[in-house]
């Protein structure tokens, strides 16, 4: 068995895979991972696969507390151990049964670096105030991204539409994520590790891709000529 | 009869939801609909007042949902509209007092005598802002011109949305033609921008609101005020007439219109 962490996006948020040896030291990887990513990681819905880890109820509701001190949260959990299962059922982190698990990802076969291979999450409507996107691959959405509504991405974001909202590509640290817009006029917009708001702009928009050229995040107009 | 009901809310406070549901339901009144204006901001009730029935309140709300009186008897008559009514809030209670279910079971009576239940929403996004939309066939976003109101009202477009309530229909309130001239305010475009939701209407800032407010005597009563006539028109457009906006018209004086003629000139 493999024995690292692995995270990936499913249906309901994230899954986070423990290495199924020793419990503690696998939410100490797991807490490590958030820590490091923690702007990737806030508000979103966890799910926990410990396969064939013990786990007492104290275990799952310290764990519990401690990703929600960090804005996470556990939503359920999945394990093979017979008591793991009657703890996650005691603290109502019992999965429902639902629609089959998508796949595993492809990055066995080596996807985008950083990014689990090419998933991708298709938004169909325009993202207003208050609406968050979580996902750790690409996000597209055909429609606009309003002031106050926020994406954070672990690949690239193409907004098909006025992107006016706050943005995170590359959320997992990888400069190489790029943003596209109609218009790109977002909040603040982030690239792994860099940070930039937009300048104001008088005139008509245009369609832009923002990335991280020479270490400086820069936004460049959408042409078609000289593309690959 | 089955009444349609309609939610007024803004997410922001002070935009004029209680301004707007009082307005809305004298004119609807006035064209012979029968109509009861609820107020659903339980602990902080002000539509009594706006429409000049505070002394009139035995029974509010509360009092019908926990089964103290009957509906009919909570319900106070408009002093100048017999087709007006107002079911107004407690004043001595929280939000809490009230479920989303209570409300829908109350507005589904109040649907048999009316045509139409305006309900007037609390500010925020809580308890008071989802028991006034649970019961809501339609409803009326109300905004200003401002940043900071149009990005509740996009927030609150989503929530009712997520609640198959939406998109909504939009009221824009207290809007200043000449600011928006001078390039200083958010012209209705720019805010329908981001919106994007349908427009019923453009209210101007008008003082006529602030003195007919405080007199309890709604503006829509009044037939010279700016503001009213606004309401009025807003009032037929939810009846499904076809009403076209009227151009804003921005007090600026005698030479400010001959410079607008000069213009127009110009250009023809």
Known sequence: ?228 | MTAIAATLTSGKGGVGKTTATANIGVALAALGLRTVCLDADIGLRNLDVVMGLENRIVYDLVDVIEGRCKLRQALIKDKRLNDLYLLPAAQTRDKTAVSPQDMIRLVDELRTEFDWVLIDSPAGIERGFRNAIAPADIVLIVTNPEVSAVRDADRIIGLIEAEEKGPGKLIVNRMKADMVRRGEMLGTDDILEVLAIELVGIVPEDETIVVASNQGSPAALDGRSRAGRAFRQIAQRLTGEQVPFDELEAKDGFFGRLSRLVKSGGEA
């Open chain 1, 1 to 228: 068995m493999d024995s690292t962490l692995e995270i990936k996006g499913i249906a309901d948020g994230l899954l986070a895979v423990l290495p199924a040896d020793d419990w503690s030291a696998s939410v100490e990887a797991l807490l490590d991972a958030i820590d490091r990513r923690a702007d990737f990681f806030r508000g979103a819905q966890l799910t926990l696969q410990v396969g064939e880890a013990e786990a007492r109820a104290g275990d799952l509701g310290r764990l519990r507390d401690a990703l929600a001190a960090r804005e996470v949260h556990l939503r359920a959990v999945r394990g093979d151990h017979p008591a793991t299962q009657e703890a996650a059922a005691n603290l109502g982190l019992l999965e429902q049964p639902r629609t089959p698990e998508p796949p595993p990802d492809v990055d066995a076969e080596g996807g985008a670096p950083g990014v689990e291979g090419e998933d991708s999450l298709f938004v169909q409507r325009t993202l207003r105030s208050g609406h968050k996107v979580h996902y750790p691959g690409h996000v597209v959405v055909l429609g606009d991204v309003n002031p106050g509504a926020e994406i954070v991405a672990a690949g690239n974001v193409i907004v098909w539409g006025r992107l006016r909202g706050t943005v995170h590509a590359g959320a997992g640290g990888e400069d190489t994520a790029v943003v596209c817009a109609l218009d790109l006029a977002p909040t603040q917009l982030r690239i792994g590790a860099h940070i930039a708001v937009s300048p104001d702009r008088r005139g008509k928009p245009r369609p832009e891709t923002a990335l991280i050229r020479d270490g400086q995040l820069v936004a460049e107009p959408w042409s078609i000529e000289g593309r690959r």
